[in-house]
């Protein structure tokens, strides 16, 4: 119940397309839910996190879409560019954003091809 | 914004040698930090979770004597790998909280020989 589960493992995508990855949950106390992008040898950083209580949030070229009655969320990445070639990370946790331990999913390697 | 500075970014160690790993907040007070270790290709596993002056708590599976973590202060945690083996080569990344939510450290690239 604990966990979250991404998909898909890898994705290429052509430059200005859209890449979507989605990520499903069990656990309804979940109750914060971010993106993280990651490079080679890097730690991750945050992109967009969104709450329960909102369906959609938007920042820049990046939009995360929450359907609270599915347990799902997803990341739309618009215009994608070859500088957004990295692993994105969902994760979830319990806590508001700033207290309890975030569960990540398994990943997702983008590669957008010039 | 929020910065975690984290050191060494790599470190290649003896088989049997210990390894300390240091994780600071620098603008922030760190109420919480998580440690996590990624294999290649792998996602984030949480190891454990400590708060400043308490005993860390380790998640299922993970050996607390082998990951030592120390979180004196609130700005600063440390993760020691004793008697490091081959199999204990990874990527470990901390990660902080506090009033600005969660900000990760670069990672530390251990290697073992």
Known sequence: QQQVKQSPQSLIVQKGGISIINCAYENTAFDYFPWYQQFPGKGPALLIAIRPDVSEKKEGRFTISFNKSAKQFSLHIMDSQPGDSATYFCAASIGSGNTGKLIFGQGTTLQVKP | GAVVSQHPSWVICKSGTSVKIECRSLDFQATTMFWYRQFPKQSLMLMATSNEGSKATY??????????????SLTLSTLTVTSAHPEDSSFYICSATGRVGYTFGS??????V
């Open chain 2, 59 to 72: 998640e299922q599976g993970v050996e607390k004597d082998k990951f030592l973590i120390n979180h004196a």
């Open chain 2, 107 to 112: 990672g530390t690239r251990l290697t073992v």
